[in-house]
């Protein structure tokens, strides 16, 4: 029979058929439990008439506000005029407030943010370079999902229209790349009141499975299919540590792959991603590294710290830094990075308290000659300062958001730029980091350009845009509205 709706930010689904319930799992000492429960299709739960189009960019008027509901901010040529003229190296597109698109309060919710998790859903540069994309631009720029209790709004940002409503109430929720030609694309929603996750097929808007958690979420990520052999994952972090849950496998149960070590029991993870390559093919292809940046559950004002974990089963830990200011994974630039095995580099930004000066640095990752599991800091490659002189002296505020204003610098990597952006300045920096023939093969770095951008960056990410071009999309906080904003996408 329907399942009745339950109170509070639970999911109701009146009106859902269910296929025959197996006796729910019994969660073993990894706090996880499966429930391998499919719905029938149906689009009654979703109070549509008609079936939704395959097409992405094919979506009704009905998935947005209704244009007499949306306080319609128009700015003034007074304004306009404020802004300081900035020249830039770049071409930049500035869009229309979030407001605009979308209702005041759904707004404010996307700068809010979700919960444990990053807006855009994170840096992806130190991967393999092999990657197939299904839908119209480039994967690397996640959309964001605000989930409320009887429903959730994705929005995307390069999208006409921006965003699409859901009956889905949640706590919180992350979206998959769009996965294949029949541009399936899965929403990961996480029930907190009933410890619950359920991973929902938009397209043809059915329930894929459920999960029954019996420890906490710290953490939690769509991943790109490079780290795990093309399939559907997301990664859960939990104060055990971090977990590959696979919903399309069968059983399709949460699989530790590391484990936190004594100095990473208590922290909190503000940032995840893996990056470089087991050398192998389809299936079997597999990450090597994780990069994590935690600090302090309990003081806003802690340092930043970044560790790297090695993916081989051993989790292997590697403190990076104990202050750092931004880190993120890149593929080094070689032509073999998409079949070979190899480890990535890891891009810090660490501030120098005696010059005053933030500075850009990549260095290599090895392993230990001991053993050959450990991880081990290599030598750095290059660094650069990220030079304020002729710039704003300008800072602008945080708005409230769900993780907070740590880091300080978002880290974007993709292909052989990098990009260093200061949150609180609204500062990018843009690197081209190659192989110099000329020193005898080793690396540079060279600025390509910077910009100023005049607002708070609330999170960027960054994807491919052609041959030698990358775009870089940010989400900005209005200046003189903490809770409404706009994206910025720059071409790099």
Known sequence: P???????????????KFEPTPPRSTPDNDGFGVDEVKFEPTFAAFNEIEPVQNQPNELSSDDVVEQEEVQVLEESKDSTSSEPEIVSPFEVVLSDLLSTKVKSSAAAAIIR????????????GGLASVHTNFGIKPDGVGPIAISGPDKSLVFFSDRDPPGRTYPIGASGAVLSDIMDENYSEYMCCFLAREKRMIIFELTRKTVVVELQMKTKLNFWRYLPPEAHGGELAFVLITPIGGF????LENPPRPRQVWKRSAELESKKVITYEEGGSNGQSGADARSTVALLLVSSPVSSDANVEAYCISMDGESSQLLVSDDVQGAALCRPPTPDASSAYFLPFV?????????SQLVLTVEDLTQDSSDG??????????????????????????PPMSMGSSPEVLVCCNQDFIVAVIRSRGLVFAYD??????ESGGQSLSLVGKHELGRYVVDA????????????????RESNDSKDGRIATIII
Not at 244 to 247: H, V
Not at 461 to 476: F, M, S, W, Y
């Open 2 to 16: 329907p399942r009745s709706t339950p109170d509070g930010d639970g999911f109701g689904v009146d009106g859902v």
């Open 113 to 124: 943010g979700p919960p444990a998790a990053r807006h855009f859903g994170g840096n992806r």
């Open 244 to 247: 590959y849950w696979k919903p």
């Open 347 to 355: 891009v810090t930004v660490q501030n120098n308290y005696e010059t």
């Open 373 to 398: 599991k450990s991880l081990v800091r290599g030598v750095t490659l290059a660094s650069a300062i990220l030079d304020l002189t002729d710039v704003s002296n300008e800072s602008f505020a945080p």
């Open 433 to 438: 980091f190659t192989t110099d023939l000329m």
């Open 461 to 476: 990410a960054i994807r491919p845009n052609g041959d030698n071009q990358v775009e870089l999309v940010t989400l900005l």
